[in-house]
């Protein structure tokens, strides 16, 4: 935009009719016009009069003076308000700040002007009977009066000279401010002149996030405001330099420069779709990126006038960001709009904010407890109902209702919970939808995840015996825990036959436990199981250790039970290293004969949680030989389990992916009666089958990476991964080193919410993972635009439009300026109201007889009496003119 420098910033949109500035010298002619001159009259003595106070007499011609400076300023704001007084830029209010402060300086020049003024006059010459009495050398006030009486001395009770100087100062420096201020720019940053955008560099940044797909009637947030921008680029703005930068601008090339070319840029537009959230999620770019960014183009332009337009509904993570603001302050001369797109009513919506599992396992026969967290964003309270999917398919009896408060209350946001029985293995895509019709955010009204169901938890116990468990070790109580309906479990080294029985019972219980010697760990491969049990082994070689490590870092549960065989010196010396998979350093073994219960249990972790109500079944745990251990300091490691003397029996830590369990006691060797109370089997079977409510790794939302670690899969095999929709081509993708050294293959093209297949290339191996929509979008509850124009710290003011007409409006005005003629005709009017006031202080009211006196001295009353109704009314001897 191209603007005219103007000569001030306030301006008139009528200068010529100014001259009425001349009205102000009315009352000054009329008060020379009008002016009496007091008549002389032959008197006689005036000893036996009294004299005329000299305070009340310069109180009334200040009073005149002010009067006619009222008089004067009514005149001249009048020719003002006729002339239509326009302010640029900065506010109004400012403005008439302004004029007051320079008519109070012009009051305070005036006034103590007036005040030096009468007190320099000299007083009149004494008479020559005072000098011959003597009585020159003190005023009238201070002699005797004609009754004889004495008259107190009269003080001073008005300002000095230095007093008035000092207001005369300071209501120049008042005045000469308030004149500056009006007639630069310094405090007004507006530039003037007419509006056309050939000097102008613009760069708008639309949100296009998924709140943006919120419907107003038959259109969506995101179709109106492409339509305002573009409204903005061809009509309105037409700015020189311009570009569009996009909250998700998905996989394309990223703006970095301005660009002439309007076809180019609005080209972008047609291909945009919504994805994504305005937070830093993935590729997208939060808000307070965006514009620092914007600033940065804008500073490297050429152009005198550079504007940041945002088009926003500045929900959610759209305005979340309390400093996005922050790069303004160095460039206080860009003009900022904020343009909301959730101006109007409340949109009737309910979404589902959040879908995870809490409980269970992923494993054939395990009841899995879902929770969601739903949201009302209407201003009405509703009850709206939710139901289960499996791949698709209604779950019966599955249907839960909510009742939501409107939004603004507490009870806008709930949880539900709904539980389902898994009945077969492979993956499953578990979705709660809204049951009823769409409302104004239909995307939000479903939300899926992908689970992967084992048929079969297969599990390694490892123990100090080669050929199988021997009878009361630690090995042999969890394989029996393990394999709990008689099945002989399966041995590495010598495979068992299989009858009947082995069938039936594998098909009704979920875990497939293997035994094998420690020394055959080093050679045998791991990624085929999920957990690892460690059952009193003395030792273990480093490749072991190694192999182990592995192992967790990839997702694998490995849990120790250390019993009397465990060398502590082996066991400190091998488990040390970047990152470890034992809890610390072993100490000495600590027995007692009468034993220690268990005398606490973390009740919240998925190992305990739901056994029993209260701790007193796990106090039934006697144990009688420990280890001591020396705890490190990670963050990672969590005590589950502890002794009366507050001594650690139960420690878990998270490694990489995985998850590892140390039992500071085992069943062996009289250690502790564990093996024989009823909470052994269930413990050792959570250890063993882990816990779904991690199992979210195969839900994600757009624009977030996806990391497959397929146990099996061959290292240097890509994989392919197909896209949601009709027409896309699958993508392929080559494996990478992840932690520990396992493959790993990393997808970022995660823009569309949906279903993704992946498969490997021989088809051997193949699943799948589902994106949804940012949960943080879900929420419709806008921020006020006028909030966030508080927090930007520009020179100029922050325009705020709801469409592009309106900001068409607002740039119009701010070229013209502002009309002060409401304000200037409202002070008139309390000018006005002020001089009525002044002027009808004083009614010429005749003034009554003097006052008898109580003693008649001197025989002065008849004479008193007889000039008094000689002389008439009283006479102000001060009083020159009146006005």
Known sequence: MEFCPPLAALNFSSPLMLLGLSAAAIPVVLHLLNRLRSPVVPFSTLRFLRNTAQKTARRRHLENILLLLLRMAVFALLAMAVAGPLVRGGSPELAYGLIGLLLAGVLLMVIPGVWLFQGARKAPPPRPDQRKNGASSRPAETRRDAA???????????????????????????????FFGLSSNWLFAATGGPYDGSSTAAVIILDNSQSMLARAGAVTRLA????QTRALLNTVLQPAQMTVLLTNPGPGPRTNALSAGRIAVLGRLDHM???????????????????????RLLHRSGEVNQMLVIVSDFAGPAASDAGMFH????????????????HGSIPDDVGIAKFQIVRGQAVVGSRLTFRATVLNNGQTAVAPRFALKVDGMPVKQSVVQARLTPVGTIGRRRRIRLHYQLVTAGYHRFTLAQVGPADAL?????????????????????????????????????????????????????????????????????????????????RLPLEKFRAIFICDVPRLAAVAVARLTQFVQGGGRLCWLLGPAVDPAAYNAQLAGPAPIFPGQLLEPAQSVSGQPIDWVNLKSHVFAGLFKNQAPFRRIIVVGRWKLQ???????????????????????????????????APAGGWTNWAATTSFLPIIVRIALGTAAGSRQNSYEPQQQVCLMRPGVPSRESLNIQLPGRGAAPINIRPTRGPGGRPQWLFDHTYRAGLYHWWSFDHRFSGEFVVNEPAAEVDLHAVAAHLLAREATTRKPVLIAASARRLAGLLAKSSRGSSLMPGVLALVLILAVMEALLANRYQP????????????????????????????????TDSRSKP
Not at 329 to 337: D, F, G, T
Not at 454 to 477: C, H, I
């Open 224 to 227: 109106r405001a492409v339509q």
């Open 327 to 342: 790069a303004l302050k160095a460039h206080r001369r860009i003009q900022l709009v904020l343009m909301p797109q959730a």
């Open 273 to 295: 779709i919504a994805a994504g959230s305005a937070a830093s999620v993935g590729q997208a770019w939060p808000m307070a990126r965006l514009i620092t960014q914007a600033v």
């Open 631 to 665: 705890a490190s300091a990670s963050a990672s490691e969590t005590v589950l389990g502890r002794l009366p003397n507050q001594a650690a029996i139960l420690v878990a830590q998270s490694v990489g992916q995985g998850r590892v369990y140390t039992f500071l006691t």
């Open 148 to 178: 004889g009486g004495s008259v107190r001395p009269r003080r001073g009770r008005f300002p000095s000279t230095a007093a008035m100087l000092a207001l005369m100062i300071l209501g120049l420096l008042g005045a000469a401010g308030s």
């Open 442 to 522: 239909p995307w939000a009204d479903r939300r899926a995840l992908v689970l992967r169901v084992a048929r079969r938890v297969k599990t390694l116990v490892v123990g100090n015996q080669a050929d199988a468990a021997g009878p009361d070790s630690a090995a042999f109580y969890v394989q029996t825990a393990l394999a709990p309906f008689g099945a002989a479990p399966s041995s590495e080294a010598t495979p068992s036959r299989r009858g009947k029985m082995g069938r039936a019972s594998r098909s009704l219980w979920s875990i497939q436990p293997t035994y094998i010697f420690s020394r055959q760990l080093r």
């Open 845 to 876: 009211v005749r003034p009554a007889a003097m006052a008898q006196p109580s003693s008649n001295r001197g025989g002065d009353i008849p004479a008193r009496q007889a000039l008094a109704a000689w002389a008439g009314p009283t006479v102000d």
